[in-house]
């Protein structure tokens, strides 16, 4: 089992630096026993959301697994339908009842309000924000964050919010760096976690990403995941399989070298979800 390390969030919380997603897992068997082999593995950070209606299976692993639950990170969002003030308070109470948990330790709205689906966007991002901080400040959440916001929607977001966002959740992976946000929540102290950090699976295929994975005897997967965290970035793979769970865990035998850091940071783009946050029509 390789060694998690940790960042520290703006308000001092610690998250382990790999967590493991649970996006497309379906909910009830196949859920439990991949977050608890994860768990089992080493994994201490665990990432689900209400979107994924897996809640209550990676509730029961947890619960199941041998792991205390002060020592696992876990991270749920709000579902889209459920933005707004009175909604997020409703939706996050039923989430903790889905997860059977007392508290959450990062919560995140899963997508920003667009101006493509509503006028009134900025307003519905704020008054989410201010549920989120009024649970954050009863001490029901240790961290609270943002997932697929872009630039101009933390900026409008940041003019009436109390509390900056600790997390940024994007989809991040070679050849898609997403890097105006990057820089933008560097700026402001705002962590970025990787989602799909694999391209939902494109990246295993790339040959020039396989000729830079040979040269270290590594998988490609453990060399995106070791590429996420030599760019300061957190990525949360996923994986139903106990062998890649397993192996994604194993990155801290190799260090990628500064030339090869640069030329994978500087890929075009070779594939990814597609999905716009300013487009989506979810």
């Known amino acids: 089992m390789s060694t998690v390390e940790k960042y520290t969030l703006k308000n001092g919380v610690e998250i382990p630096s790999i967590g493991f997603g649970t996006w497309q897992t379906p909910d009830g068997d196949t859920a439990i026993s991949s977050v608890k082999a994860a768990l089992e593995y080493g994994y201490r950070h665990i990432d689900t ?34 933005r707004g003030y009175d909604t997020t308070l409703k939706a996050f109470a039923k989430t903790l009842e ?39 400040k009863a001490g029901k959440i240790k961290a609270i964050g943002v997932s697929n916001f872009k630039t101009h929607h933390l900026e409008e977001l940041l003019k009436t919010a109390e509390i900056v966002p600790m997390v940024n959740q994007i989809e991040y992976h070679p050849g898609f760096r997403q890097q105006e946000i990057v ?28 000729e830079v994975a040979e040269k270290y005897a590594t998988s490609v997967a453990q060399l995106c995941i070791r590429w996420c965290l030599q760019n300061a970035v957190l990525p ?6 106990p062998a890649r769970i397993k192996q994604n865990l194993e990155i801290n035998d190799f260090t990628i070298s500064d030339e090869d850091l640069k030329m994978m940071n500087e890929l075009p783009y070779i594939g990814g979800s597609g999905l716009d946050p300013d487009k989506i029509s979810f």
């Open 98 to 136: 889905e997860l059977e948990l007392d508290y959450l330790d990062l919560y995140l709205i899963h997508w920003p309000a667009a101006a493509s689906q509503f006028e009134n966007w900025k307003q519905i991002n704020n008054d989410t924000w201010r549920a989120f901080e009024e649970l954050y």
């Open 236 to 241: 949360l793979p996923k994986s139903v399989t």
């Open 49 to 82: 959301a209400a979107a994924y209606q897996n809640e209550q299976s990676v509730g029961k692993a947890i619960i199941e697994s041998s792991v205390p639950r002060e020592d696992i990170f876990v991270t749920s969002k709000l579902n889209n339908p459920d």
């Open 183 to 210: 820089d933008f929540c560097d700026e402001h102290e705002i962590l970025i976690e990787a989602w799909s950090p694999l391209g939902t699976g494109k990246m295993l295929d790339n040959d020039i990403l396989k």
